[in-house]
């Protein structure tokens, strides 16, 4: 029997343990961890994922703040408001949503943000920290860090003898993927929109990763028998069956079809997707724990 791998249900488990390391923070005398989410723009997926991260924050006893700037900001007008954040000892976190509207350079605003509280783990600093192997001093970026919880509720911690394959070269998350499962001793590939055959390449891997959005690519004939399949990809399909003009949520993966060849497979929605938030709440625990020492 296939797994489907609950995303849901470890989030919970993340997130608990995060409250419970808040509540430590201020039972021993110090302020809530305090997470600041800055969105630029109107794009309503952005705002649902930032309403969702604000209100975990707060779920967890975080003082969560939202900054919520017009499309029109420049970006001298941004770059100071993460300067006043870097500033405030109230804030350990700071996260700012990506994309940013075309006429803004996502790069500089998130090289400014100081990296002990770049809580999406997207400052060289700690992409660097990742890459280098050291993965204690620093903050993971958060997608990656939860899809590899899963992976581990799989495979356990060590990874040696399995063939990984990544789909898709992000800054924000095929590159670090591919980094925490080649420290946990995976043999990693990295596959791409030039690689020649990508299917041929899944049909290599024991643990298959797909994060390129688009819709349903990885078909059941690409994966490995026994293979565990994470799907990282949300992409907005029209849903006839649902009603005229409805949408659905659907990964990067053929759910379906490819379950049944699968050892275990995340579902979109419901897989990978709660766990970023979870990540990014434990960053900003972590973040908080060692600004008060
Ligand atoms: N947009 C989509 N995913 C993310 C994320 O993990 N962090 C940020 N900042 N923006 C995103």
Known sequence: MTTVIDGKAAAASVIEAVTSAA??????????????????????????????????AKQCGFNSIQHTLPEKTSQEQLMTLVASLNADPEIDGILVQLPLPKH???????????????????HIVNAGKLATGDLKTGLLSCTPAGAMILVR???????????????????????PMAQLLLNANATVTI??????????LARQADILVAAVG??????????????????????????????????????????AECKPVAKA?????????????????????????RRAG
């Open 23 to 56: 509540t430590t923070l201020k039972t021993s005398g110090h302020r809530k961890p305090g997470l600041a989410v800055v969105i630029v723009g109107d794009d309503p997926a952005s705002h649902a994922y930032v309403g969702a991260k604000s209100r975990m």
């Open 153 to 175: 509720q799989i495979h356990g911690g060590d990874l040696s003898g399995l063939n990984a394959l990544v789909i898709g070269r992000s800054n924000l998350f095929g590159k």
């Open 214 to 255: 688009r819709a349903e690519m990885v078909k059941a004939d690409w994966l490995k028998p026994g293979a565990t399949v994470i799907d990282v990809g949300i992409n907005r399909v029209a849903a006839p069956e649902k009603g005229e003009g409805k949408f659905k949520l659907v990964g990067d993966v053929a759910f």
């Open 104 to 122: 803004l350079d996502s790069e500089p605003v998130i090289q400014s943000i100081l990296p002990e509280k770049d809580v999406d783990g997207l």
């Open 191 to 200: 596959g791409h929109s030039r690689s020649r055959d990508l299917p041929e």
């Open 265 to 289: 497979i995340s579902p979109v929605p419901g897989g990978v997707g709660p766990m970023t938030i979870a990540m990014l709440m434990a960053n900003t625990v972590i973040a908080a724990h």
